[in-house]
């Protein structure tokens, strides 16, 4: 995959470096927004950016007055939002990254890390779950932003 970007690198930087700082900027932001959306569309179907799903969850086995654990729903639903899920942009590139404890939490869970489950409770070694990551397709939709904005310049 660092392949590949270095390749998209290359080929894209004498077209950059032919705009102006602003429109420079603009295209970044541009990009990033719809990196962003895909992103958040990807975690949302619970898959990495190879295509594969998600490892699923261990089951809980806590019972709470006799009862049976509840369901639980998706993994990242608050995490994958535009709250947490940010975009900084300058005339030299645009970064697309988690804040604050989300940032912990993704961290964790993109490179399969040891961390506690919940505060002063047992530590857990977390499956290894790509929350950010480029997709073939994602490649090329920066391919063809690039074009279209170049094009229309």
């Not at 950010?132 to 090329?140: H, M, W």
């Amino acid at each position: 995959m660092a392949d590949d970007l270095a390749a998209l690198e290359d080929w894209a930087a004498p077209l950059l470096a032919k705009l102006e700082p602003s429109g420079r900027r603009a295209l970044t932001g541009l990009i990033a927004r719809e990196l962003r959306r895909s992103q958040m569309q990807r975690v949302a179907a619970q898959r990495n950016p190879d295509g594969s799903a998600y490892e699923t969850r261990k089951p809980q086995r806590r019972t709470v007055r006799g009862q049976q654990g509840k369901v639980r729903g998706k993994m990242f639903t608050k995490l994958r939002t535009a709250k947490f899920l940010r975009v900084r942009t300058d005339a030299a590139g645009a970064t697309i990254g988690f804040i604050g404890r989300a940032e912990r939490i993704a961290r964790v869970h993109q490179f399969g890390l040891r961390d506690s489950v919940e505060k002063g409770g047992p530590n857990y070694t977390y499956a290894e779950r790509e929350l950010l990551g480029f997709t073939d397709a994602e490649r090329e939709r920066i391919k063809d932003l690039l074009l279209e904005h170049l094009g229309g310049s």
